[in-house]
Every structure is written in C-alpha cells, then in structure tokens.
C-alpha cells in the first residue's frame, strides 16, 4: 500500500520560510518522479515543483523560481520542499504526489500517487 504522508505546513507572516517534507512508503520510491502542487479553494490543482527519480532534474512553475525548491532523498525516501519569501498569494493546500512516469511534469493527471495535504497559510 502506497503512502505518501505530508508534514510541515503551518501560518507564516509574508516573508518568511516554510519546509515541507513528504515521507513515501510502499512504492520504489527511487524510481518515481516526486511532485509538489498546491490547490487554493476555488481553484484548481497547480504545480509547484518536481524532481526526477534521481534528482538529477528539477522543475518549477516560473511564477516561484528562486523562491521555492525541491530536493529528495531516496536512502530515506523523503521529499522536502523549501519555501522562502512567502506571500499570501502561496496560501494553499500543498501535496505531494509520485508519478512512474511523467510527460508534462505539472499535469496532475499524470501522478500516480497523492498525499492528504499540508495547509500552508501565509498573513500579511
């Protein structure tokens, strides 16, 4: 049974930094492509962040690049995602997701696997 269990979410002041991390189990987790999305009510799922399976590769929505980054470890089968200069914009609910195989990394419709959900909930 796979699971992938999310952690770190919390309120934040505008500005400041949050980490995310994921805990998978269950699947080879070396060989999934790893992804972050976040859904705000009323809109839809969106892509944040993914890595590849050897973390070689990492991609990121353009609006977060430099703000945000992704990182695994596949000895301990984690996920983390680093958020910095946080706005109230990046208010959401955040998952992770596992994807065996991915053509478009931030088409949710290509994972595979899906956490619960960290809220995050960034004040200015």
């Known amino acids: 049974q796979v699971q992938l269990v999310e952690s770190g979410g919390g309120s934040v002041q505008a500005g400041g930094s949050l980490i995310l991390s994921c805990a998978a189990s269950?699947?080879?987790?070396?060989?999934?492509?790893m992804g972050w999305f976040r859904q705000a009510p009323g809109k839809e799922r969106e892509g944040v962040a993914v890595?590849?399976?050897?973390?070689?590769?990492?991609y990121y929505a353009d609006s977060l690049k430099g703000r945000f980054t992704i990182s695994r470890d596949n000895g301990k089968n984690t996920l983390n995602l680093q958020m910095n200069s946080l706005k109230s914009e990046d208010t959401a609910m955040y998952f992770c997701?596992?994807?065996?195989?991915?053509?478009?990394?931030?088409?949710?419709?290509?994972?595979?696997?899906w956490g619960q959900g960290t809220q995050v909930t960034v004040s200015s």
């Open positions: 269950g699947l080879k987790y070396s060989s999934y492509y």
């Open positions: 997701a596992a994807a065996a195989f991915v053509i478009q990394p931030f088409r949710p419709a290509n994972y595979n696997y």
């Open positions: 890595i590849s399976p050897s973390g070689s590769r990492t």
